[in-house]
């Protein structure tokens, strides 16, 4: 039964972005549309609408705000085509294109309306360092574990819906640099860690133990990538804690 | 049965985890008892480079074989000494990144990227000669004259403070001393019109402690050594890493040369503390005694060399000494506790002096004039900034330099060399390049030297001259090399020549050894890459 409320709550949310909806070229995307559309808009809409598609007044394309109510249709076509007599220029862009992101924006607004419960970030702060134990993996302005990412910078470097969904679902997408890797000694020691770098030869890990290790695959018995040790916080935490942990990690924006 | 293959099982465990800790500063200080590792620019605050390990012999050390290069993202000259802490070892990239790498494969775990300000430049290179390290953070002074706390287990920066201002000239290039829970440094861009001066910083926070200019000001002793107000833009860098006496609580820094370098008209008077070491103490800054090599200098003859500290008998008694090649072409020998002159000799072709009063005070007999006058040695020195080293076991002082550089010093001119070859003792370049002197002219050497007398007890004569450094073992080995890139290990009682390899590049560096997993390396930084050689 809750499972169907959000999956409402999300459509609702996704409806909201513009009055007449008409999923003409979104409603077949697949997951590697999104990717590519994300891709795009970070090459080209990035630079003037921000990371979080937030930084024009008035226009927040991360949560489906416009300055009028606007179809798929009419999106493509202004990416395509600029905004006469306004910054908004026109892209050499295929309708195809286009479409991607357009389908990658309406996602996007999909996640974050699902959780548009405002944070406070000082509470943030109190579950990161307690109901959260966040610190016990990553470190923050020279406090916490090293063994996962420095979180110091986050907000500069990530959204707010990147952040829920690495809450919500910590594998779904993790960096290359933040992966995390397993070997086994051929005497069955197993030694696990945020991988640094491997070669034909050899092997180094930032180890749990935070020490920097490293291994010649000649003495080991296996080697594996395995999944982020990150607990998912869809359960653990309400909706309410986890907007604040979001809105606390969007203010870490120190270095 | 059972028993050896627990016993078996134990040693392997060992050996795969050498588990890093905390560099304490008690560590840094008895890093003797720990040969394994490198924890400071020299290898103790003692500054000896004398490493305790034993595995590579006289008589092995022919077998050396390459283990692993690593090449840096850098045309510059690679200065930097490494670290190495329980299998870990740091070095610069110059100009200001870090690197991490696996000492045994030379594999790197991180890499620190820091673009230093365009307005750091200094004037011979953009170099660094390593970081220092305490608890689990490295400290990198920057040619922007910054310094950098990085956390050395993740590589990521932790403070980052403005010492001086670039834009004025100012520079830094040496690895910083750590005593206690300060980080100490000094400025360069002493060519310049800039005041020294050394800082201490509280190692956790970066808040300063105490300053201390090496230029005193109005109302200070040693003001009154500079005319008018030339104290204000005298120079006096400090460039090069300093020592610590626990017994005294005690650094000792060298200091550069009066700006500027070659007019000494407009700051008439001996300059102090130009071309000195400075003894402080190490909680205040407090200057407790210093001692002046080159007073009123007009020859560049920083005395930024690494100050090597020891225990020996001299002249019949035990003496805590200070030893130092000077650039000037004089090695002396100093009581640290007191900074009193035991002993002063050239040890290169030097013909400025003449002698010491009884305080120690040379007494110079040749000066720049308009027509040029003929001074040995040339305003690149004896040696310069390469570290030198002293065996506890053999009693000799190592020092790379070289010989027969003269110069032709006019009055407030740019000196001219001695002799036709104008490039004659070049500076460091990471590259190897024809050299063309004859015997007449500079060549490098490394000696070693007989402190109670300053004698050469044996010399081994390269062609070109040398901005490397030296480093012996407990088992009397010395590692050099210099500009016609080659890395060689001599026997450390006779100089005789054991072992070389072709590096393909200049050495600027002074060599250090490690060992992980009970094998021993011995590095040294050649060209633009890193080379660790080690027994098959």
Redesign the interface.
């Known amino acids: 039964m809750r499972k169907i409320i959000l999956t409402l709550a999300i459509f609702m949310a996704a409806l909201a972005g513009s009055a007449v909806r008409t999923p003409v070229y979104a409603q077949h995307e697949t997951a590697a549309d999104l990717v590519d559309g994300e891709r795009a808009f970070r090459q080209t809409c990035a630079n003037c609408h921000g990371p979080d598609g937030d930084q024009i007044q008035g226009i927040d394309l991360g949560r489906g705000r416009f300055r009028r109510p606007m179809t798929d249709a009419d999106l493509v076509r202004i990416i395509r085509t600029g905004i006469p007599n306004t910054p908004m220029p026109a892209t050499q862009m295929t309708e195809e294109q286009a479409s991607k992101i357009v389908a990658y924006l309406r996602s996007r607004a999909a996640t974050v309306g699902a959780a548009s419960v405002v944070g406070d970030a000082a509470r943030g702060k109190t579950l990161f360092d307690s109901k959260g134990a966040c610190a016990s993996c990553h470190?923050v302005n020279?406090s916490g574990s090293?063994v996962g990412p420095?979180l110091?910078a986050v907000g500069a470097t990530r959204g707010a819906a990147e952040l829920q969904r690495a809450l919500i679902d910590p594998n779904a997408d993790v960096q290359p640099q933040n992966r995390f890797y397993r070997v086994t000694?051929k005497?069955g020691?197993t030694v696990e860690g945020r991988l640094?770098?491997h070669?034909t030869?050899?092997v180094?890990l930032?180890d749990n133990k935070?020490?920097?290790?490293?291994?010649?695959k000649a003495?080991l018995r296996d080697a594996t990538f395995i999944p982020s040790p990150m607990p998912s916080y869809k359960t653990t935490l309400s909706a309410q804690e986890l907007a604040d942990v979001v809105s606390y990690l969007s203010s870490l924006r120190n270095? | 049965m059972r028993l050896r293959i627990v016993a078996a099982?134990l040693l392997?465990?060992a050996a795969?985890?050498q588990?890093?800790s905390q560099v304490t500063f008690d560590r840094i200080l008895h890093a003797d008892r720990e040969p394994q590792n490198w924890l400071s620019y020299s290898g103790t605050p003692m500054n000896q480079r004398y490493s305790g390990l034993t595995q590579i012999t006289p008589a092995n050390v022919k077998n050396l074989q390459l283990q692993w290069i690593w090449q840096a993202r850098s045309l510059e000259k690679f200065e930097a000494t490494p670290l190495v802490i329980d299998?870990?070892m740091y070095t610069v990239e110059a100009p200001n990144n870090i690197v991490?790498l696996?000492a045994?494969?030379g594999?790197?775990?991180?890499t620190f990227n820091y673009t230093p300000a365009p307005e750091g430049r200094p004037c011979c290179g953009r170099v660094n000669r390593g970081v220092a390290i305490l608890g689990d953070t490295l400290y990198m002074a920057t040619i922007d004259a910054h310094l950098l706390a990085v956390?050395a287990?993740?590589g990521?920066?932790?403070w980052d403070l403005v010492v001086a201002k670039a834009a004025d000239r100012y520079s830094m290039t040496a690895s910083p001393l750590i005593v206690k829970d300060k980080v100490i440094v000094g400025v360069g861009g002493g060519d310049g019109p800039i005041r020294g001066f050394i800082v201490a910083y509280d190692a956790k926070t970066g808040k300063e402690l105490w300053k201390f200019n090496t230029i005193p000001g109005p109302g200070e002793p040693g003001n009154e050594t500079w005319a008018g107000e030339s104290w204000k833009t005298g120079g006096v860098g400090v460039w090069n890493a300093g020592a610590y006496d626990p017994d005294t609580n005690m650094i000792f820094f060298g200091t550069g040369n009066p700006a500027p370098d070659w007019d000494g008209s407009a700051r008439l008077g001996d300059n102090l503390y130009s071309d000195s070491v400075v003894a402080l103490d190490a909680d205040s800054g407090q200057l407790k005694w210093h001692y002046q090599f080159t007073p009123h200098d007009e020859l560049d003859y920083d005395s930024t060399q690494v100050p090597v500290l020891a225990d020996i008998q001299f002249q019949g008694r035990a003496r805590k000494v200070m030893l130092w090649a000077n650039r000037n072409g004089v090695m002396y020998v100093l009581d640290r506790t007191t900074g009193e002159f035991l002993k002063g000799k050239p040890y290169v072709k030097a013909n400025w002096l003449d002698g010491f009063d009884a305080k120690g005070r040379p007494n110079r007999v040749k000066f720049p004039s308009k027509e040029g006058t003929l001074i040995y040695p040339h305003v690149h020195g004896g040696t310069n900034w390469a570290p030198p080293s002293f065996s506890p076991r053999t009693g000799l002082f190592y020092v790379a330099s070289w010989e027969n550089s003269g110069t032709t010093a006019i009055e407030g001119q740019f000196p001219k060399a001695a002799t036709a070859n104008n490039r004659q003792t070049a500076m460091g370049q990471t590259n190897l390049v024809p050299f063309f002197n004859d015997d007449t002219e500079p060549f490098g050497v490394v000696r070693g030297f007989d402190p109670q007398t300053l004698e050469k007890k044996w010399e081994f004569k390269m062609s070109d001259i040398t901005w490397g450094g030296t480093m012996v073992t407990a088992s009397d080995l010395v590692f050099s090399g210099g500009r016609d890139g080659y890395f060689l290990a001599l026997d450390g009682k006779t100089g005789q020549l054991l072992w070389k390899a072709p590096v393909g590049g200049q050495i600027n560096a002074g060599a250090m050894s490690y060992s992980v997993n009970g094998k021993q390396y011995v590095a040294i930084a050649a060209g633009s890459a890193l080379f660790a050689y080690a027994l098959p």
């Open positions: 470190r020279g090293r420095d110091s000694l005497d020691t640094l770098g070669d030869f050899n180094q930032l935070e020490q920097l290790r490293s291994f010649s003495d270095r | 099982a392997l465990a795969s985890l588990a890093q299998g870990v991490a696996d045994a494969s594999r790197p775990f991180w956390d287990k993740s990521q920066k932790v």
